[in-house]
């Protein structure tokens, strides 16, 4: 049998799922009933991998079906298979379309697949999106309060920042209680803690956010992180290098503890001031130090050891 590769187009109410190399097609509902009868579907195939791009909230119940279950997926950058589809000269879009393009790109590309989340780290994700808007939430309500002149509008103001405040905080007891419960969220929170620098916050991040840690090797994880320099050069002209890609998350969660690392962590405060003695920019110094962050938060989880000043 030919091992097929499957690319399911994600929307709110439907899934629409294609395989290649037979471009058979079928739809599924975005719910309980649709999963499991996808399931049975795909037991029907000789299947290699399922391929979808993340969608917000639409894909995240498909990618916890999937996980529990063991079954071989990837979730591709929605650019990178933006790109593949125009490399394609793909001009027709509709959701059939799109699943056979992401078929096709699994069966290309071969991209390697996610491992199945537990249950934990689900909940921890949840949690950090929903923290996410809250703090969105906090400033644009901070935001009007400067600007309101009713008595009655600041007032309501106020008692909701103070309601935003409780949720935040109900939510950052909500993940430390799922990481003390779960031994294997429990140990990796611990050895991310034990790096000067890194806080409860960015670490439920870097947890939930970045669960690869520990399982690639240094540039795999700066380049994840979108912290690896880009660089550009053609002849005999040479650009100045950039970052880009990766997870943006991650990267807003590292830079308060990157400037908490140059002056408390030994190794990385030393690595600062080398840099900045050899007057590169603070854009440049501050991105390197995030990029050390992620590389020995990786090399510590791969180990399973803490942190004793040891260069990883």
């Known amino acids: 049998m030919t091992d097929t590769t499957i690319g399911i187009d994600i929307s709110k109410a439907h899934l629409?799922?294609?395989?290649?190399p037979k471009g058979n097609a079928m739809q599924f509902t975005n719910n309980k009933k649709g999963h499991k009868a996808l399931l049975r579907w795909i037991r029907t195939v000789d299947m290699k991998l399922i391929v979808f791009e993340p969608t917000g909230a639409y894909h995240r119940s498909l990618e916890q079906f999937l996980g529990m279950r063991n079954?071989?997926?990837?979730?591709?950058?929605?650019?990178?298979?933006?790109?593949?589809?125009e490399a394609m000269g793909?001009?027709?879009?509709?959701?059939?379309?799109?699943a056979k393009m992401l078929a096709f790109y699994g069966a290309t590309l071969v991209p390697n697949p996610s491992s199945g989340k537990s249950q934990a780290l689900v909940n921890l994700h949840e949690?950090?999106?929903?923290?996410?808007?809250?703090?969105?939430?906090?400033?644009a309500a901070a935001n009007r309060q400067h600007i309101q002149t009713i008595s009655l509008l600041k007032r309501q103001l106020v008692k909701r920042l103070k309601q935003i405040d409780a949720d935040i905080t109900a939510i950052d007891r909500a993940c430390r209680e799922i990481t003390n419960r779960d031994l294997v969220l429990k140990r990796r929170f611990e050895i991310l803690k034990s790096i000067p620098g890194l806080g409860d916050i960015t670490i439920f991040t870097l947890l939930a956010?970045?669960?690869?840690?520990?399982?690639?090797?240094?540039?795999?994880?700066?380049?994840?992180?979108?912290?690896?320099?880009?660089?550009?050069?053609?002849?005999?002209w040479k650009g100045q290098s950039f970052i880009q890609g990766g997870r943006a998350d991650v990267r807003k969660a590292l830079y308060m503890p990157a400037l908490v690392a140059t002056r408390f962590n030994p190794v990385l405060k030393a690595?600062?001031?080398?840099?900045?003695?050899?007057?590169?920019?603070?854009?440049?110094?501050?991105?390197?130090?995030?990029?050390?962050?992620?590389?020995?938060?990786?090399?510590?989880?791969r180990d399973n050891r803490k942190w004793n000043e040891t260069p990883c």
């Open 271 to 301: 690595k600062y001031q080398a840099m900045m003695e050899a007057h590169k920019p603070f854009k440049i110094v501050i991105t390197a130090i995030m990029r050390k962050l992620i590389t020995i938060a990786n090399a510590l989880l």
């Open 16 to 20: 629409d799922v294609a395989t290649h």
């Open 209 to 236: 956010e970045m669960p690869e840690l520990g399982s690639m090797d240094k540039r795999q994880a700066g380049a994840l992180a979108g912290l690896a320099p880009v660089t550009r050069q053609s002849g005999n």
């Open 127 to 139: 949690l950090m999106v929903a923290r996410k808007a809250l703090i969105k939430d906090k400033t």
């Open 71 to 85: 079954l071989p997926y990837v979730k591709v950058n929605p650019l990178h298979a933006k790109r593949f589809g």
């Open 90 to 98: 793909k001009l027709v879009k509709t959701d059939v379309v799109d």
